[in-house]
C-alpha cells in the first residue's frame, strides 16, 4: 500500500518532467516559425497546446487523487501542492509559446524580427530553453545546485531584455514602431517563461532545503 | 472541534478577499502614478509590494495548517488548493501594479501616458478594477453569477488593447518609438491583471458547479 503510495508520487513527478519536454519543443517550434516566418509551424504550435492542456488535466488529476485517498502529511503534502503549481508554471510557458507563435502568424509572410534583432532573439530562445531544462533536472534529481545556474540564466536573460530595449529605443533603430512593439512583447514572453522556470526550481529548493534560495 | 475547523476554512477565504482590497489600492495607486507623473506615490506601490507578500505568505501558512491538521477532504481539500492558487494570483496582480508604477518613475518627470492614450489607460485600470472587485465578490460569495460579468468585463478588456494597438500602430501616432513600447508593455500588465481575476473567478465557479465556465 505504502509502495503503491510512493509510485504514485514518483509518477506525478515524472509527468511533469515529460510535460517540460512538450513545453520545451513548442517554445523551439514557435521560435522557429517566428525566425523563418513559417506559417505551418506557427499553427502547430497553437493547435498543439492543447496537448499541454491536457496534461495539466491529468496531473491535477493524479494530484487530487492522492491528496484526497492518502490523505498525505508534511512533505509529501507539500510536495503535491508545489506539484499543482508547477503544472500551472508549465501550462503558462506553453501559453506564452503560443503568443510567440502568434507574432510569427500576424506578420506572416515577413518576418516578425527585424535583422538587428535576431542574434538576441535567438539568445533570448536559447537561454529560456535551458532554464527550462534546469527546472526539470530539480524536478527531476532534486539538485539544488542547478538552482544556482537557473538563477545565473535568469540574469543572463534580464541582460538581454535590457539589451534589446538598448536597440529597439536607440536613435539608430529605423524599424518603426510595429517592429518596436512586437520585440518588446516577445521579449516579455520570454522572460517570463524564464520567470516560471525560476519559480519550479524554487519551489523544490524550498521543499529541499526548507529555505528559499538567497537571490529571492 | 468541526467548528473550529469550518472557522478556519472561512478565514482563509476572508483574508482572500481582504487581499483582494489591497491589491485593488495598489493597482489604483499605481495608475495614478502613471497618469500624473507622480514618483512619490510610485514609490509607495513599489515598496507597499512587501505587505501583499506578507499576506500570501499568511495565507499560504494558514491553509497548509488546514491541510496538515484536519485532512480535508473532497470539497474543502479542493477549496484550500483553489486558495492556495488565488493568493498566487493576487500576489501576481500586486506585482503586475508594481511594474505600472515602475514605468511611471522611469518616465518620471514626464508622464509616460501620450495625450492620445490616457483615456485608454483609464478605461483598461477601471476595467481591472472592476474585475478584481468581481473575483472577490464571487469568493465572498459564491455566487456564480457574478463571474458571467467578469467574463463579460474581459472582452471589454481585449477590445480596448485592441484600440490600443489601432491608436499606437496608425499613421497618425506621433509619439515616437518609447512611449509606443511602454504602452504595449503598459497594455499587456493591465490585461495579465484583468486575466487573473477571471482566473479566481473560473477557480470558484468549477469548485461551486463542478463545471468550468462556458466561455473557457
Do not use: C
Amino acid at each position: 500500500m505504502r509502495d503503491q503510495y510512493q509510485q504514485q508520487l514518483d509518477s506525478v513527478l515524472t509527468e511533469l518532467v515529460q510535460m517540460t519536454v512538450v513545453v520545451r519543443a513548442a517554445l523551439a517550434q514557435a521560435t522557429v516559425s517566428l525566425l523563418t516566418a513559417d506559417a505551418t509551424l506557427a499553427e502547430d504550435v497553437i493547435s498543439g497546446d492543447l496537448a499541454i492542456d491536457e496534461a495539466r488535466e491529468r496531473i491535477e488529476d493524479d494530484s487530487f487523487d492522492i491528496l484526497a485517498r492518502q490523505n498525505p502529511v508534511a512533505g509529501d503534502l507539500r510536495m503535491l501542492v508545489a506539484s499543482l503549481r508547477m503544472v500551472a508554471d508549465l501550462e503558462r510557458m506553453g501559453d506564452l509559446s503560443v503568443h510567440v507563435a502568434k507574432v510569427a502568424r500576424l506578420r506572416y509572410p515577413t518576418s516578425a524580427v527585424p535583422a538587428s534583432m535576431v542574434s538576441t532573439i535567438k539568445q533570448m530562445a536559447q537561454t529560456a530553453d535551458e532554464m527550462i531544462s534546469s527546472a526539470a533536472e530539480i524536478v527531476a534529481s532534486r539538485d539544488v545546485d542547478a538552482a544556482l545556474e537557473l538563477e545565473a540564466a535568469d540574469d543572463a536573460m534580464d541582460l538581454l531584455r535590457e539589451s534589446m530595449f538598448r536597440i529597439l529605443l536607440s536613435d539608430s533603430w529605423s524599424d518603426g514602431v510595429e517592429p518596436a512593439v512586437d520585440m518588446a512583447l516577445l521579449g516579455r514572453y520570454y522572460e517570463r517563461i524564464g520567470d516560471h522556470a525560476v519559480s519550479m526550481g524554487r519551489k523544490i529548493v524550498f521543499l529541499v532545503t526548507g529555505q528559499h534560495p538567497a537571490a529571492v
